[in-house]
C-alpha cells in the first residue's frame, strides 16, 4: 500500500505475516480473546495460551514476547493497549507505551521486522486517527534511533484503516 522509511501498510490478516514477530493487541490475562487476540490465539495453536499461562498477564502499555508456535511469525509480542475513557486517563501515553515496549522488546531480541494491527482500536475504542498518529510516530522514532529493526508493518483488518495508517505515513514524511 505505503512504505515510508522502513515502515509499511498492509490490508489483510497480521496470522499470515512471515515476519520476526506480530504485535498481539492483548488482554490482560495473556489467555486470548476476541479480535486480533483471538485470531492470533487460534492460528498460533493451543501452545500459545499455556505458555502465555505461565506469564503472569501484563499491564497496560507494557509488552512480553512469546514463541509463534503454528505462525509463520517466530515470535509473538503481547501488548495490552488502553481503553479509551474519553481522553483524559492517560490513554494516548499508554498506547504510545505499546508501540515503545513492543519495539524495544523486538530490538532486545535482535529481531528485524515487526508487524502491528491498529492497537485498541476495536473494542477497547480508541480513535483511529489518534491511534495511527501514534503509530507511526512510535514507530519512526523506533526507526531513528538504534537497533536492529529495520521493518515494520502496520497491519490493517480493514480498508478504513489501511488508508487511514497511509495516509498519516504519507503526511509524516
Known amino acids: ?7 509499511r501498510v498492509w490490508q489483510g490478516d497480521i496470522t499470515t505475516l512471515a515476519v520476526d514477530a506480530i504485535v ?16 492470533i490465539h487460534r492460528a498460533a495453536g493451543p501452545e500459545l495460551t499455556a505458555f502465555c499461562a505461565g506469564l503472569g498477564g501484563c499491564p497496560t502499555g507494557a509488552a512480553k514476547i512469546t514463541p509463534g508456535f503454528r505462525l509463520p511469525a517466530r515470535h509473538v509480542i503481547h501488548t495490552v493497549g488502553p481503553v ?33 494491527p491498529a492497537i485498541s482500536c476495536g473494542v477497547y475504542g480508541f480513535p483511529p486517527e489518534a491511534a495511527a498518529r501514534i503509530a507511526v510516530e512510535s514507530c519512526r522514532a523506533a526507526l531513528a534511533g538504534p537497533g536492529t529493526i529495520d521493518e515494520i508493518v502496520l497491519a490493517a483488518f480493514d480498508q478504513r484503516m489501511a488508508s487511514l495508517l497511509s495516509e498519516t ?5
Open 1 to 7: 500500500m505505503n512504505e515510508v522509511k522502513g515502515i
Open 24 to 39: 498481539n493487541a492483548a488482554n490482560s490475562s495473556l489467555l486470548g480473546g476476541g479480535g486480533v487476540d483471538g485470531a
Open 169 to 173: 505515513l504519507g503526511q509524516m514524511v
Open 84 to 116: 479509551w475513557r474519553g481522553g483524559e486517563c492517560g490513554e494516548a501515553a499508554a498506547l504510545t507505551d505499546c508501540y515503545r515496549n513492543s519495539l524495544a522488546l523486538a530490538a532486545a531480541h535482535a529481531l528485524r521486522s515487526i508487524a502491528f
